[in-house]
């Protein structure tokens, strides 16, 4: 009978220093890997979901930027971080979609290396132009272009990145020569647009929007195969005259594989509530984002479905990476 009380004993006492059983999921702040420089769409994005999904779980959420080498930097650091649920990484087409596509080798593997949790949403990428170039259509700035090859310069949230394969999409289905000019992130970059030292920019929606409507920057096309709400007098690319045409950009959170799956239940669950809420939704159109929340299981193959479509896609349309 001493036995049996014994064993009981150590089994309880293995449950109460358990970090899963012990307290209810989360019981200390969340660090938010965004693997992109402040500023960017991705950025924009993130900070808003995190902001809500903080308050739905009662831990504060710290989101830190970990630009560098197209997000996978900042990719990296969560897939080889503790897999407790406390480091959790606001992924998207560039870390789970494009540069599994574009780079020959990665310091994570895409599958392998993460628990997907919940899609976010998607965006456009919308091309703009700095009003000083004499375009108003993506038709003129092709004209302009072969008229000019190689002066004008195009700037990218880095090499391999969403900002960079639409506009080098745009290149080879056009014929012409733009200079590129990579930057550690879309902010960077939106600021050297803004200041008039490049001149053309293919990113993100949600970055672009209020500059957009400032006048600082003007809309070519959006770059999605339906048009965007925020700016309904935007073509699409194919309505511009590249049929075919088409990056959309998306949103997902991830953690490291091998976490818990409570706790990707507790995160999805809050997620999926967050996303749907009518506030939420009106606030993410704001920026141009549409919300498409889905399980771990949708998740996961929709970025096997990504993984194979670029893969294709960057092999047909012949980019090439500096």
Known sequence: MKIIVLALGVALSLVAISPVHSQAYPNRPIRAIVPIAPGGGTDITGRLVTTRLSEALGQQIVVDN????????GASIVAKAQPDGYTILFGSISTHGLNPAIFKKLPYDHIKDFAPVSRIGTVPNVLVVHPSLPVKSVSDLIKYARANPGKIIYGSAGIGSPTHLSVELLRSMAGINLLHV?????????????GGQTQVMCTSLAGQLPHIKAGRVRALAVTTVKRNAQVPDVPTMIEAGLPGYEVTIWYAVFTPAGVPKAVITRLNSELVKLLNAPDMKERMAQIGVDPAPSTPQELAAFVKSETAKWTKTVQEAGVKLE
């Open 66 to 73: 970990r630009a560098g080498g197209g997000g996978t930097i």
């Open 182 to 194: 990579p930057y550690k992130g879309a902010g960077p970059a939106l600021v050297e647009l803004l």
